[in-house]
């Protein structure tokens, strides 16, 4: 059985498990060991069965948990030659820490096949990952990403479920306190995806085959989480796609972990 959690999802932090069962991984330790183990703790997940780490930028809300996580759990690190890097100069790694290229390919985790995508996002290499388990279902990761691109595209039609960016509502950002060098940065095609551009995709994941969808990396101060769902469920309505029978769709929470939802 695939299993699917966030623990948390935000631009104060961003990690999940995904899981089968013979164990699992986790993508990006954005958040401090102690929340992490106890995030899993709660949702009945034993650290034990953690077997690796993915990585999918360096920025810190995807890392700065990572270099105690490791010395408490003795696992390989997945990620890109440039996050590698950037992360052994920097020392966000212990100094046995086993880091690993991502194999162009993918790399098998127990029964988990994971590969990487590109995203478009402004980081030294930023991706997604799809995980598919030992029952065939596929999971997909794509969030820091300023546009939906034939890659990504390419990576997550097809699969059961997508955790997908909904980060700003574009109305809030503009209205907002934040710089205008920063706004443009967030609505750029190597930024964030907004509400609106997120929601435009969900009608061809839906048709792809997606019938759970996660929508994550939500914005403090660009975004509300009712806001974000409303913006999805109306363009999916707009398509005829009925909520509970064709799709099922939830908000990762920013703090907690999500539904520990299974395939």
Do not use: W
């Amino acid at each position: 059985m695939a299993c699917f959690c966030t623990l948390a999802s935000g631009s104060s932090g961003n990690s999940t498990y995904i899981g089968s069962g013979v164990g699992g991984v986790l993508v990006d330790a954005g958040i401090s060991c102690r929340a992490l183990f106890a995030a899993l703790q709660s949702r009945g997940i034993e650290r034990e069965s953690i077997g690796a780490v993915f990585i999918t930028h360096e920025h810190t809300d995807h890392i700065k948990g990572l270099k105690v996580l490791l010395k408490r759990l003795s696992v390989p690190v997945y990620a890109t030659e440039e996050v590698l890097d950037f992360l052994a100069v920097r020392d966000y790694l212990p100094p046995d820490a086993k880091a690993v290229p991502i194999p162009v390919g993918g790399i098998g985790i127990g029964d988990l096949y994971i590969g990487a995508f590109e995203t478009s996002h402004d980081s030294v290499h930023s991706v997604g990952y799809v995980a598919v388990s030992g029952n065939g279902k596929k999971m997909a990761i794509s969030t820091d990403l300023g546009v939906v691109t034939p890659t990504v595209r390419q990576a997550v039609n097809g699969c059961d479920l997508v955790l997908i960016e909904s980060n700003y509502d574009k109305n809030m950002l503009m209205a907002g306190a934040y710089p205008y060098p920063l706004k443009r940065r967030i609505d750029g095609e190597k930024g964030h995806l907004s509400n609106a551009d997120s929601a435009a995709f969900l009608p061809e994941l839906v048709e792809s085959g997606a019938r759970r969808l996660v929508l994550g990396h939500l914005s403090q101060e660009n975004n509300l989480p009712g806001l974000a769902l409303e913006t999805a469920m109306s363009v999916l309505a707009e398509m005829g796609m009925k909520r509970a029978v064709d799709y099922e769709i939830e908000v990762a929470p920013r703090y907690e972990p999500g539904s520990l939802i299974c395939l």
